[in-house]
Structures are given as C-alpha cells and as structure tokens.
C-alpha cells in the first residue's frame, strides 16, 4: 500500500513537472512571439508605406514609359506616312521619266512597206513627231520606249531606236486620247496620207489596254554622268 | 524522496516535450498548476500525519486544477478577476500546507 501511495504521489509530481514545464515554455513562446509579433507590426507599417511611396512612384514611371511609347508610334507612323509618300514620288519620278512600264488607253499602229519605198527613220519620225503634237503620254516602237534622250535614224536597211536595231513590220504603240491622236493622224496632207501616197500598209487600232514597257535603265539610253542638279 | 526525482522528471520531460499551451489557455493553465501544487503539498502534508488517501489525494488533485481554470475561465467571460480568488485561496493554503510539513518536519527532528 505504501509503494502504491508513493507510485501515485510521483506519477502526480511527474504530470505536475510536465504541466509546470509547458506553462513555462508557453509563456516565454508567447512573450517571445508577442514581441515579434510588435516588432514586425512597426515594420510592417512602415514596409507598407515604403512599398507604397514605391508604388506611387513605379506608376508615374509606367505614365511616363506609356507616353514615350505613344511619342515613338506617332514617330514611328510619321516615318511610315513619310516613307509611303516618298516612295510614291519616286515612282512618280520614275514614270515621268518613262522607266516603268505604263498600260493605259491609247492606239496601236503597225506599218509596215507596200513594196515600192522602205519605210526609213524620217517616217517614223514624223509620226512621233505628230504623237507628241497631240498630247501623247507615252510611245514605243517595237516595245522600245521613246524618252527624251531617244534617237530615231537610219541605219542601213534597219532603223536605229535607243541603240538598237529595228526591223519592220514597226509597231508604235501610244498612251493618249485615242480620238485626238487619230484625228490629227488622218488630217488631210497629214501623217497617214503621206503614207498612203509612199503605200504602206498602215494598221489603226483603238485599245483600252495598251502596255508600253519601260526603257532600259542599264545606263546606255539614259545617262545622267555629266548631270548635275542645280537645286535653287 | 521519489515523488521530487518525479517532479524532476517532469520537468525534463515537459521542457523537451515540441508542445506548448496556446496563449488563449495560459492563464488557466497557471492557476490549475496552482492548485496541482497545493494538491501535491497538502498530500504530502497529509502523509507526514499519516492520513494520506490516495482517493482524496487524486480527486483533490484533479478537481482543484479543474475548478482553478473553470474559474478563471468564467471570471474571463463574466469580466471579473475570478482567477485572483483562485490564487488566493490557494495560495493562501500552499503556505499553510507548508507551515505543517515544516513543522513535522521539525518535530520528528526534535523526536529524534
């Protein structure tokens, strides 16, 4: 009985001691957590006002990198709409200057000798000559293009166009008011009438989709080496 | 003697034990610890005498640890300080307690 009453009072002392030692843990825990719970409610309060001044000031950074963003698309389309207008007035430039080929209204003539008298250069001359009378836009023989700088002679039984020889049937094609074209092609005394008279075989066609390619740009027809622009 | 090495024992174990009372249970868990002290020094007052029960020790053990934190916990939702009459009283009696095992103690050293 003295061994059962001793067991007991040690197994109560022992749960005692374990109770006791909890509490005591739990107290410093608490106290230590307590604390840093404190601590770390200042800080927190004083993070947050950090990250937010932060915040204010990212944001301001973002409006400002939005803006430039903006600023360089504007840019950006400007030299796009500049780019655009740039290559549209080469391309102009180019076909005044009769480098592109140009399909449009105009008439296509084909003559060719009867048999009695060759059709020579001063002919053909003529009747480009006539062409550019009545407002021709642009003219080929043979599909090579006359500009400016084109020569048209004799040479031998051919005719000489850019440096090249041409052989008949010679085919003039012309970019214009067909009509007006026509008309002063077959004024009496004019073009076609002498070539009556010489019996050539004179071929007259309206079309509403005349191609006439553009000159050779190799530097042979157009030379602009000794050309230099006088800007005002 | 044993029960004091128990005591110790306890002590160690608890101390090592990954486990500690939530906040919210501390208070009550300090007055029972009050009254298990009380328990256990009136227990051991009562073997000096040699009327030791071991049923009256266990009920006063457990039921005055449980009563201490039930007052304290009903102090706590009634907003009185009921745990104060809790320390009080045994407080109050741990002394006494002590008083007479001091006093046996003496005694028997007196006897001798």
Redesign the interface.
Known sequence: MKL???M????????????????????N??LV??QYEKKNLSQLVEELLLERENNEKLKTRIEELQQEVAALKDDENMDMKYVEDLKKSVLMARVMAGLETVKGTGLVITVESGGQIRVRASHIQELLNELKASDVQAISVNDERIVATSEVREAGDYIMINGRQLVPPYTIKAIGDPDKMERSLNLMGGVLAKYQVYEFNVGLEKNENVVIPGVRDDGTVIRTDKLTPVVP | MIPILGLIAGLIIGIFLPFHIPQAYSNYAAVAILAALDSVLGGFSASLDGKFHIKVFLAGFFGNSLLAALLAFIGDRLGIQLYLAAVFAFGNRIFINFGNIRRKLLKLDELR
Request: glycine share 4%.
């Open positions: 059962f009453k001793t007991a009072l040690t197994l109560v002392c022992l749960l005692l001691g374990i109770v006791v030692a909890w509490q005591y843990n739990s107290v825990a608490n957590l307590a």
